[in-house]
């Protein structure tokens, strides 16, 4: 019985997809002492699992060839092998399309590939983040192709990523996995096999709950971050810090949860999902039109923070087309490496597009590609950082030193309100969400 095997870990996991999810998904499994194998299109990643060396931050080498040297981990282009194991995660990319549609292409390749080789016993659970009704819409039918049927020889739930990549408080142990069952033995089983990584599974009761629920949540970040950009503007105008007035509110013990301005959302996650639930919501002849609103708020502030970053210059005597601009990280987030969907990328494009000379740093992102240019990361020193007339703080990792981009800054302009720590004894310092107004 796959519940026991389960309970007594004797039951092999599979994980489709080892990006950014599925690897620590894996890792998990494999510490919880589960025989795990993961399987990917890109053969480049199953070497590197096979020979140790983690490409994604939240997974040491050492976790990984402890793993692996244990034989817990297997990875492999193979599709057969996971015919042999007892439940499959799937955690394959939604991307959208141009046109921001869901694109569920791999998904549906994923159901397919799964089809040709699922048996009997087996539990399938889907953890990409998509739109109420994919796994009983989309993945269900390409699976029953198999010829097998759900809740009686095949078991399917949905249970939504929750990770936080960079995040040293939270993780696989100690976040909370929801789980939605398309039957109630398929719930029983999920439950049991997160249970074994987890310290609290949360059972729904329904795929449909469990897959609305991760939208929920991203879509909740989505429109606050949202809101604190609308306020960011207006203090802008009112000659008001936003950032002074976000952690005098985050005082309140109560009622209230401090989210931060910036120039813009980004990552695979976030600025995607609105597009997701909206797609659905357009089935039922519902607008989501709230959500809508704040996805665009957000989508518009690497334009705005560009504007306001040559507003700056110009009130400095400075114009984009003679100054160097040095932009400073470019992973959506701080301490990360992940680029995609980054605001900083999109706010280097938009300065490029008024024909701005932009230099970037990022210590985790050696290289980036902007339209068809491709830049490299540049070294920077205090001499370096004074060799530009514009240094723009995009991405606040911990790592940089802040203070000495204060102190040799020629014009800094930061998107994070992350130098709000630090002494300043000049006015070379502008940061998103203050005042315009202060005479240069
Ligand atoms: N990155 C995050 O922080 C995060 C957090 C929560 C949820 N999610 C969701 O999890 C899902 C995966 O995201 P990710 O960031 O891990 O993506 P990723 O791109 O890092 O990893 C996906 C992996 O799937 C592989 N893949 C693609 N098609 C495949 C196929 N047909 N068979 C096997 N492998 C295949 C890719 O090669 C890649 O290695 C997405 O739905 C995302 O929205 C991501």
Redesign the pocket.
């Known amino acids: 019985m796959l519940k026991d095997a389960l309970k007594n870990k004797s039951a092999t996991i599979g994980i ?7 690897l620590p998904l894996a890792i998990a499994f494999a510490q919880a002492n589960f025989k795990v194998v993961g ?4 053969a480049k ?1 199953v070497d590197a699992v096979n020979k140790g060396n983690s490409y994604i931050v939240d997974v040491t080498d050492k976790a990984l060839r402890e793993m692996t040297s244990k034989k817990n981990l297997i990875a492999t282009t193979d599709l057969k092998a996971l015919s042999k194991v007892n439940a499959i995660c799937v ?4 991307p959208f399309t141009r046109s921001k549609n869901p694109d569920l292409s ?1 998904v549906i ?2 159901a397919k ?1 799964i089809s040709k080789i699922l048996q009997p016993g087996q539990l399938v659970v889907l ?4 739109y109420p009704g994919t796994t009983r819409e989309v993945m269900l039918p390409i699976l029953m192709e198999s010829g097998l049927k759900a809740e009686k020889d095949f078991f399917l739930a949905f249970s ?6 960079g995040n040293k408080k939270f993780n696989f142990h100690n976040t909370p996995k929801v789980v939605g069952g398309y039957g109630k033995k398929s719930t029983d089983l999920a439950f049991q096999l997160y249970s074994a990584i987890t310290d609290k599974v949360v059972p729904v009761s329904s795929l449909e709950i469990a897959e609305l629920t991760k939208l929920l949540e991203n879509v909740f970040r989505n429109v606050n971050i949202a809101l604190v950009n609308e306020m960011a503007l207006l203090c802008e105008k009112m000659g008001l810090s936003i950032w002074e007035v976000i952690d005098a509110a985050a005082t309140k013990p109560f009622g209230y949860m401090p989210f931060y301005p910036g120039p813009g959302v980004g ?3 976030i600025p ?1 999902d609105p597009y997701y639930l909206e797609a659905k919501a357009r089935e039922y002849d519902f607008h989501t039109r709230f959500i809508e609103l704040a996805a665009g708020v957000n989508e518009q502030m690497p334009a705005y923070t560009a504007s306001r970053i040559v507003e700056e210059m110009s009130r400095r005597g400075l114009t984009l087309k003679e100054s160097k601009i040095l932009v400073l990280g470019v992973s959506f987030k701080k301490d990360i490496e ?1 680029s995609r969907e980054s605001p900083s990328m999109k706010l280097i494009e938009s300065l490029m597009t008024k024909n701005g000379a932009v230099a970037y740093n990022d210590p985790r992102v050696p290289e980036i590609k902007i339209g068809a240019a491709t830049l490299k990361s540049v070294a920077i020193t205090a001499k370096k950082l004074a060799a530009y007339d514009c240094i723009v703080i995009a991405t606040d990792h911990s790592d940089y030193d802040y203070q000495s981009i204060i102190d040799n800054g020629k014009f800094v302009f930061d998107t994070r309100g992350v130098t709000r720590r630090y002494k300043k004894t000049g006015d070379n310092v502008v940061m998103l969400g203050e005042s315009t107004n202060s005479q240069v």
């Open positions: 489709v997809g080892l990006g950014y999810v599925g399987f990917d299109v890109q990643k955690c394959v990319p939604t791999y390749q994923t590939d953890e990409s983040t998509t939504p990523e929750r990770v936080d990549p990552g695979h996650c995607k992940d």
